[in-house]
């Protein structure tokens, strides 16, 4: 009984491919998150939805698209995939905004 | 944006408390201190957090400074499986932002 659950766990893949990343939280939570972390090990907020509307989008390429089809689901679409973007993505979730958060696994997205 | 500044590594004995310091100087009065885990190729686990009293949990003990300028994270009895990088995170318009943190080794 995952809390929060990541598919794929890894994705390679090539320049300019289309790909997605499925998050799903089992938790009941409102809120949730995708991070970014980089060959630094610098994890950085992405975006995050509160009961299915965006609330926080940083400075991320219009490529980067969530979409939310429910409150315990939170998809990460990537377009036009670039060498830059390989990391490993983060999936979050908090009962609201503020609250603690609980992550995912992570999905390690390697560009060639 | 409160930053937070911590050391970038520090060992520690097995069965011994750890002490993970905290600077946040420029913390905001209803800014609170967060301290999350990432334990290798894992991803981050929520510890404990507070604003002004100290807090305790069945993981960890969290000791605020009175001028909440500082803070400190307890693990009372460090095991092996507490090795892990800690990041100490004071909360912005609801975001984590995470910095390096502290990697800390638990040695046997």
């Known amino acids: 009984d995952t809390a929060v659950s990541q598919t794929p766990k890894y994705l390679v893949t090539q320049m300019g491919n289309d790909k997605s990343i499925k998050c799903e939280q089992n938790?009941?939570?409102?809120?949730m998150y995708w991070y970014k972390q980089d060959s630094k090990k610098f994890l950085k907020i992405m975006f995050s939805?509160?009961?299915?509307?965006?609330?926080i989008n940083e400075t991320v390429p219009n490529r980067f698209s969530p979409k939310s089809p429910d409150k315990a689901h939170l998809n990460l679409h990537i377009n036009s995939l670039e060498l830059g973007d390989s990391a490993v993505y983060f999936c979050?979730?908090?009962?609201?905004?503020?609250?603690?958060?609980?992550f995912g696994p992570g999905t390690r997205l390697t560009v060639t | 944006d409160a930053k937070t500044t911590q050391p970038p590594s520090m060992d520690c004995a097995e069965g011994r408390a750890a002490n993970l310091p905290c600077n946040h100087s420029t913390i905001s009065g209803n800014e609170y201190v967060y301290w999350y885990r990432q334990i290798h190729s894992q991803g981050p686990q929520y510890i404990i957090h507070?604003?002004?009293n100290n807090e305790t949990n069945e993981m960890a003990s969290l000791i605020i400074t009175e001028d909440r300028k500082s803070s400190t994270l307890i693990l009372p009895h460090a095991t092996l499986r507490d090795t892990a990088v800690y990041y100490c995170i004071v909360l912005n318009d609801y975001k984590l932002s995470f910095g390096a943190g502290t990697t800390v080794t638990v040695r046997a």
């Open positions: 938790l009941g939570h409102d809120t």
């Open positions: 507070g604003l002004k």
């Open positions: 939805y509160n009961n299915k509307e965006l609330i």
């Open positions: 979050a979730s908090s009962q609201d905004w503020g609250d603690e958060q609980y």
